[in-house]
């Protein structure tokens, strides 16, 4: 021990005493040190305007003549250390340390250093690991995002007229490069076409590059979209960086959201989709960029154009194709399909056997709202699949809001003889499905369905289920 204590005193002698009171003479740091008896040993420069006393006036005095406030006394009596204690004297703040001076287990002194001169430091270091904790969120889902499109119009299932015409439209736009821009509620599948344009069209073997306007944080918006050249900025990568529409060359990149875009990034875009090139962030020349343009919006971009919230010159720009997607609650026939398909994938997943819905519970969900659409549709499919104790899916399995408003449109809005055309297809719907399951067995099908067999070969003959 007493060896190592040498060792130390000789590497000290062995530092320059200018080094060393450069050290304790930091104007950053704003250092007052005191003896065990609470003389001041040492006051730094910068501390001198703050205490009002020179430096050498301060030295051999009692820390109380200097601050009568201090509480670096209880710092010796402690022994404990204080990190980012406020601090207030002759009408400021400030932000600092006390920190006790060990010598061979036993307290010879104190230390008071300054580690920030005004709280609102704190602030804007708060406010920069905040940024970069935004950063590192958005970079860690980039890194589950693959570059290759995954759905394509074979997923797209609905018959009705609604969901045919947007299909039809779609495989026009697919046979084109031309710009598309796909509208419609949030949850609606503007992603799944956007997909499946890309899959069916010329550059399928190439990137699929997604980007969502809403969520990339606004000072990574540039460098993302159009990359940065090594040393861009503090940070940057030192080999540089390819932005979204470099990984989209010869390939397809996908705007969601695109109604969410600052101004001043739509004027980029703009000139970026007129002139096919790109600068990244830090460079001087600019790269020609061989890309196929695909947007959505869940906004009516048209009232952003009257607000001011979105340029016309873009609008023009972006909607050469335009394709409207229809809410859930405007397509009620496809429900049915939807609902079946989603509980057969979900069955997968969650290892539970696909059961068919019983006709009042089919009837209901053609009743429902849907304000969360296709994602809410499938929320409710997996909870029913879960939830579910019998061979059936009844009303039970429902959840409450479900039950509650579609009850609610049976009694106050629907004529009777519509309710009895939708109540034969939701149960044509699930004898077909029963049917399915149990591979046209029908003695299993109607004890699944909880009927006797005479009475499922009625409903078949009624309902021209061969």
Known sequence: MKKSQDQKIQLLKEVTSELLFGLLDNPNESLILIDSNGIVRFLSSTNESFFQIKWEDAIGRHVTEINPDTELLETLKSGKAEIGRVMTMR??????ARIPIFHEGEIIGAAGKVMFAHPEKIKELYNRIETLESNLDYYKKELYQSFGSRYSF??????????????????????????????????????????????????SDQNFIRVNSASIPGELIESELFGYEAGAFTGADKKGKPGKFELADKGTIFFDEIGDMPLGMQVKLLRILQEKEVERVGGRNPREIDFRFICASNRNVE???????????????????????????SIKEDIPLFFNEFLTDLSCDLKKPVKPVAPDAMALLQHYAWPGNMRELRNIAERALIVS?????????????????AEAAYDCSQPLSMLKDIMAEAEKQAIAGALELTGNNRA???????IHRTGLYQKMKKHGIV
Do not use: C, W
């Not at 009408?91 to 600092?96: E, K, L, N, P």
């Not at 009257?306 to 010159?313: A, I, K, N, Q």
């Open 91 to 96: 009408g400021r703040d400030r932000i600092i």
């Open 154 to 203: 074979d997923n797209i299932i609905g018959q009705s007229d609604a969901i045919q015409k947007a299909k039809a439209m779609a495989l026009q736009a697919a046979r084109t490069d031309s710009a598309v821009i796909i509208s419609g509620e949030s949850g609606t599948g503007k992603e799944l076409f956007a997909h499946a344009i890309h899959q069916a069209g010329r550059r």
């Open 303 to 329: 009232k952003m154009i009257s607000s001011g919230e979105f340029r016309l010159d873009l609008y023009y720009r972006i909607n050469v194709m335009n394709i409207a997607l229809p809410p859930l609650r």
């Open 389 to 405: 104790r019998g061979d059936l899916i009844t009303l039970n399995d429902l959840p409450p809001v479900v039950r509650e408003t």
């Open 444 to 450: 299993a099908a109607a004890k699944m369905l909880g």
